[in-house]
Each structure stands twice: as structure tokens, then as C-alpha cells.
T-cell receptor, first 113, second 116 residues
Framework: AQTVTQSQPEMSVQEAETVTLSCTYDTSESNYYLFWYKQPPSRQMILVIRQEAYKQQNATENRFSVNFQKAAKSFSLKISDSQLGDTAMYFCAFAHPTGKLIFGQGTTLQVKP | DTEVTQTPKHLVMGMTNKKSLKCEQHMGHRAMYWYKQKAKKPPELMFVYSYEKLSINESVPSRFSPECPNSSLLNLHLHALQPEDSALYLC???????????????FGSGTQLSVL
């Protein structure tokens, strides 16, 4: 069974600094997708970044990048130059072959001015 | 238009009421999803429709009844709910069924449901 684990329930970072959110997962699949979603107080789930396991290169989207370690089944999210608008709950997710997203428990990130 | 619109944003209902949640998208997406989310918890998949046919039902109680009348619209009919059903209900859509994650999901802002 696929599982996703986020071991940091809450984190905080000063504005303009860098923060890394951790995620580990377990699967027997050889190719799959991993995601980071952001849920701000508006409650809308917003896709931050997506990584295909087949690709060795780490995905990047502006200030957001991942460190994907396939052998270790680790998928961390790095946010550079943190902004107040980055304050949100962040969910790591794994895509099950049926199309179902399996989410981790989430990390609440507070960006402080 | 890259929006998924959910109405109402908030709903309070009694355990004997019948109500419906509505979700609409005009992106031409053929897959639509209902998720349930409790406070401070991750979303949990309830139903998936692909080309207006129910593709996945995650063993959801029959007091929740989904309906997909056309490719742009997804409803969730509620009847005889329990207080523990109080949660945020999120709708999402994707171009095609997101098999293995090859499709991007677009989420709405949800309906906050309170069952008294």
C-alpha cells in the first residue's frame, strides 16, 4: 500500500529566508508522480510543484524546488525567499495508479515578517 | 477560465434535511472529483467521475449521492447526514482521469458544511 509521511506538523520561517519541508513515501510502483499542494486560508488547494519519478532532474517552479531522492523515497520541498503569501498548509501527495491522490498529514507553514 | 466554482461556500443543515452541493467548471475537463476534508487533516477522496460516469466510489455512505448531469457540472446530494459529516467538501477537475498522476487537478475553494 502507498503511504505518504510528513513528519513536521508545524514550521515557521522569517520572511526572505529559505525553508525545507520534508516528505517520505512508500510504494512498489516504478513510475509515479509526486506533488506538493498548498492550501492557504482561502482553502483552495493549489498545485505548487509536480515530479515524475522517471525523471532524475529535480523539478523547480520559480522559488519552489524539490529534492527528489528516489532510492530513499524522499521528496522534500524547498521554498526560497519566503514571502508572507507562502503562509499555508502544505501537503505532499502521491498519485495512485487509479487516479487517487494519497496525501500526507500536512505541514502548517507560518512565514513571519 | 481556469476556475472550479463551488456553491454554496457555507451550508448549515439539520440531520433531517436534504441539500445539494454544486461544482462547475468550464475548462472542458472530463474528470471530476469530490473530496472531504476535516480541519487540519488531508483531503480524502469520495467519488470520481470520468466522462460523466462514476469511476471511483471510496465506499462512501449512501447518505451522500453524487450526480454528474453533464461534463461541466457535478453535484453532491446530501440526506440524513450526521454531525460527524461536518467538513469542507472540495471539488476538483482534470482534463482526463488522473491515472498515475499524469493530469493536473484544479480544485475549487470548497463548501464548508455544518450538520447540526
Amino acid at each position: 500500500a502507498q503511504t505518504v509521511t510528513q513528519s513536521q506538523p508545524e514550521m515557521s520561517v522569517q520572511e526572505a529566508e529559505t525553508v525545507t519541508l520534508s516528505c517520505t513515501y512508500d510504494t512498489s510502483e516504478s513510475n509515479y508522480y509526486l506533488f506538493w499542494y498548498k492550501q492557504p486560508p482561502s482553502r483552495q488547494m493549489i498545485l505548487v510543484i509536480r515530479q515524475e519519478a522517471y525523471k532524475q532532474q529535480n523539478a523547480t517552479e520559480n522559488r519552489f524546488s524539490v529534492n527528489f531522492q528516489k532510492a530513499a523515497k524522499s521528496f522534500s520541498l524547498k521554498i526560497s525567499d519566503s514571502q508572507l503569501g507562502d503562509t499555508a498548509m502544505y501537503f505532499c501527495a502521491f498519485a495512485h495508479p487509479t487516479g487517487k491522490l494519497i496525501f500526507g498529514q500536512g505541514t502548517t507553514l507560518q512565514v513571519k515578517p | 477560465d481556469t476556475e472550479v466554482t463551488q456553491t454554496p461556500k457555507h451550508l448549515v443543515m439539520g440531520m433531517t434535511n436534504k441539500k445539494s452541493l454544486k461544482c462547475e467548471q468550464h475548462m472542458g475537463h472530463r474528470a471530476m472529483y469530490w473530496y472531504k476534508q476535516k480541519a487540519k487533516k488531508p483531503p480524502e477522496l469520495m467519488f470520481v467521475y470520468s466522462y460523466e460516469k462514476l469511476s471511483i466510489n471510496e465506499s462512501v455512505p449512501s447518505r451522500f449521492s453524487p450526480e454528474c448531469p453533464n461534463s461541466s457540472l457535478l453535484n453532491l446530494h446530501l440526506h440524513a447526514l450526521q454531525p460527524e459529516d461536518s467538513a469542507l467538501y472540495l471539488c476538483a477537475s482534470s482534463q482526463e482521469l488522473a491515472v498515475s498522476g499524469n493530469e493536473k487537478l484544479f480544485f475549487g475553494s470548497g463548501t464548508q458544511l455544518s450538520v447540526l
